[in-house]
Each structure stands twice: as C-alpha cells, then as structure tokens.
C-alpha cells in the first residue's frame, strides 16, 4: 500500500544527535533530573515546576545555615526527587478513595490533615467516591475515616520507601535516598512512616518538608500566606530554627527571588554547587532512564513493567534490522521513557474496567504531548522528544497527538509504536485478559502496512518468542 511504501528507508540516519555539543557525556546529571522532576509534579498534581521551585527554595535554607558544599550537593538531588515515589501508591490511593487520585493528591498539600476538624472534614467530603452515588459515598466516607490513620501511614510508607530505593537506583548517596524517605515526618513526631521527632529527622527531610510547603502555598495562595502556614506549623510539622531561617530570607527578599522566572529551569541548573557537578555518562543515562521506567510502571499494576517491555520488544526489532549499537540504546532509553507524560493521567482513567469516555480519551490523549514537552527541555533530548511524542501516531494519520502520517514518522517512531503496541497487547489490562502472543501479533499484522510498519512487525513475529514474558523484570542495565 502506498502508505507503507513511502516509509524511510534502513539507511536512513535516524537523526540521532552525535559529538559535542549533544554527545551525553557533556550533559549534567543536573539538566535531566530538573527536567524530569516535571513529569513527578504532573502526578502529585502540582503545576509542572512545582519541584524546581521547592529545589530553589531548599537550597537558599540550606546555605543559609551554612551547608558545606557536599551537603548542599547532596541535598539539591533530594529536593529534586523527594517525589521519586509519587507514583507508587497512586492506584492504592485512588481505590481507598474511590476518586481522581491526582486532584486529592494536589489538594492534601494544602491541608492541615494532622488536625481533626472542618478543614480535614472538608478535604475527605471533596475528594472521596466523588463520583458514587450518595449511599455509597457516605460508607466510603466511613470506611476512610476509620482506617485513616493506618492508610496515610501504609501510604505515605509506599511512598516513601519506593522514592528512596529509585534514588538509589540512580546511584546517589545514602544520604539523598534517606532524606527522600523521611519526607513525610514531622518535627512533633506525628508524621509518616516512623513517627521520627525533632532532630531525629535527617536535616535535609525537615528542609524539603517546609520548602515543599512553602512553594504549595506560595503559588495558590501566595507569599505572606506561605509564610503564615510555615508560622503556624512551627513546632509541629516544622524545625523552629528552619523557619526562622525562612522569616530571615524572606525579610532580606532572598526567599522569593525569581521563582516566577521564565527561564527557571536554566537558574535550577545553575544551583548545583560547582564542586559537585555531576556529568552523565553512558551509565548513568542508562540508571536514570530505567530509574524513570520503574517511576512510571509503578502508576497503575496494569502497567507493571510496559516501559521495560516495550524497550525489549524495541530492542529486538531494531536489532533485527540491523541498527547499529548507538541508535539501539537511543531506541531503548527512549522506549524506557516513551510513556513519562502518562504519570499525569488518573488512575480512574488508566484502571477503569470499561470503555472510556470521549472526555477521558481526550486526557489519555494527551500524555504523549507531555512526554514529549518534558524530554524536550534535556539539551541533547530533542530527538528523542520526538520520538517519544509520536509513539502514538500512525502511518495512515489516525493516531495522536499531532496525527501525523508516514512521510512524518522516522524508523525510530515506527519501532516504539510497533513495540508499544505488542507490549500492550500481550500484557493484563483492566478490561481484559493478557493475549497469547501470537494472538498479539496477528492483531498487530492486520494493522500492517495501513497503521503499523509491516518491516517493524515481520522481525517482532520472528522474534517475539524470545522475549521476556510480560511481569517479568528484566532489571539490568544493557
Ligand atoms: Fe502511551
Ligand atoms: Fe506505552
């Protein structure tokens, strides 16, 4: 058919950046956690920068008590990932609520939930079984109220331990991992998950408490409410000595200072003390793209391990073609991170049993856009935003976001597209059973020449066997 005829050739360079200034081993390590602590903020339901901004927050508190430089090197990484574990107890969230997990998880942020009384009151009646019928809302209402307590420490514990153990991942130190883990504790020894108190919280998990907050209350409600709340919460949720150091910054007009940059991320970049600048080399890249996967595969149990499989089935095809040893690990760092936007689709969109809505398919919609305006803020990225921006397209124009067509999409895209939908297909969906792979693969080939590349789709069914069962984590860095 014609539309599969006018597919780029093999020879064809994939337009992989090559050589300085694009090569990775110029990039910072510091260039793609900024970026990508983007994609962590659409799941906490926070606006995109929400992170960066708590990062600049966090690092003027600790230079203002004096932090030495590893430290401060140290502790700018945590405040990048203190989310790292977001996505974790996302499907657990939303079936405890019953509701839209992301817009109960931006809300929580800006709520007192230690104190029993209207304003937790108001924040359970606004955000759980939204959508159920009255009956149903006031058991669910019951049932949340009951095991509250015991909820939000399994929660915030999920949460917890998960971001650590992806800092690690990543290969930071200890010291970033357990500041990660002690987020949610509080200085009157009434958080989560071990009900630390007072200095027994690591200093850098008190700081990124109080700049985390700080940042919430600073864009929805403004400066002096932000610094109202840090009043408030002296002594309870916050080190006393942190927020004085916060009412010294604010009052020399330090505190505040261009946080409302349009050029933010580049100012975030800039923080990272220079003594401590890390570069990213092969490994590392590789550490952070399959540190990222796990951060998306965890959204929802349905999509336990896709990013992984969609690499391997990647992989494979490209190997089969031919593809030489640098395009096959861009094609496997960008299949690890093709679904990053879809951290910011809720989890009663991503595990609903049935059929979606026309507006729920609009949100669906959008998350390859989001991949895609998040990777391209990596210099060094752009290709591969690219790439992971069409991972939805097809080569008769029918796909999303921008419906592009064969003459649009590079052999790259037709890869991911092929491997996406194969991993998709042999993997359990909320609707229905995994398929047996040869089932997959027939489904696949009938969407050959018209949607999907038939040369991607001959190498996978000869190959398909080889690869990894769905659910089972391949865990290694190639
Ligand atoms: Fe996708
Ligand atoms: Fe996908």
């Not at 992984?308 to 094609?331: H, K, Y």
């Amino acid at each position: 058919m014609p539309v599969a005829q006018s597919a780029a050739p093999f020879a064809q360079p994939l337009g992989i950046p090559q050589g300085p200034p694009h090569s990775p081993s110029v990039i910072r390590v510091s260039e793609i956690i900024s970026a990508l602590s983007y994609a962590l903020d659409l799941t906490e339901g926070q606006p995109m920068g929400h992170s960066v901004r708590a990062c600049m927050i966090g690092m003027r508190i600790g230079r203002h008590l004096g932090l030495g430089t590893s430290d401060l090197g140290d502790l700018y990484y945590a405040l990048l990932l203190k989310d790292a574990g977001c996505s974790s107890n996302s499907s657990r969230l939303f079936h405890t609520l019953n509701a839209d997990e992301i817009r109960a998880k931006g809300d929580v942020k800006t709520t007192d939930w230690t104190r029993v009384g209207w304003e937790s009151l108001q924040y359970a009646v606004t955000h759980v079984a939204t959508g159920a019928p009255f009956l149903e809302r006031v058991r669910t209402l019951v049932r949340v109220a009951a095991k509250q307590q015991t909820e939000s420490c399994e929660l915030a514990r999920i949460r917890c331990e998960r971001g650590a153990s992806i800092a690690r991942l990543m290969g930071f130190p200890e010291w970033v991992a357990a500041a990660i883990h002690s987020l949610d504790e509080h200085w009157n020894g009434r958080g989560y998950p071990d009900g630390l108190r007072g200095k027994d919280i690591p200093l850098f998990s008190r700081i990124m408490l109080l700049a985390q907050t700080l940042e919430v209350f600073l864009v929805n409600r403004g400066p002096e409410a932000a610094l109202d709340v840090a009043r408030q919460r002296s002594g309870r949720w916050f080190d006393p000595e942190l927020v004085q150091a916060v009412e010294s910054l604010a009052l020399m007009g330090r505190l505040w200072r261009d946080l409302d940059s349009a050029h933010i991320l580049s100012d975030v970049i800039a923080l990272e003390p220079e003594e401590r600048q890390v570069m990213a080399d092969e490994e590392t890249l590789d550490r952070i793209c399959l540190a990222f996967a796990e951060v998306i595969d965890a959204k929802s149990p349905f999509t336990y391990r896709h990013s992984n499989g969609v690499a391997d089935a990647a992989v494979t095809i490209s190997r089969g073609l031919g593809l030489s040893a640098p395009e096959i690990t861009f094609i496997r760092r960008v299949s690890l991170l093709h679904d990053l936007g879809k951290l910011g689709v809720s989890n009663t969109i991503l595990e609903k049993p049935g059929k979606l809505t026309q507006e729920e398919f609009e949100v669906v919609k959008k998350h390859p856009y989001h991949s895609y305006e998040i990777l391209r803020r990596i210099r060094g990225f752009e290709e591969m935003s690219r790439v992971a921006g069409a991972h939805h397209e097809r080569l008769d124009g029918s796909g999303y976001f921008r419906r592009w067509n064969a003459d649009q999409l590079s052999l790259p895209m037709r890869i991911v597209a092929v491997a996406d939908v194969y991993d998709a297909l042999v993997a359990k969906r909320p609707y229905r059973d995994a398929m047996p792979v040869e089932t997959a693969l027939d489904i696949i080939r009938k969407e050959t020449p018209r949607a999907l590349d038939p040369r991607c789709y001959e190498v996978l069914a000869s190959a398909a066997m080889n690869l990894p069962s769905p659910g089972l984590a391949s865990g290694t860095v190639q």
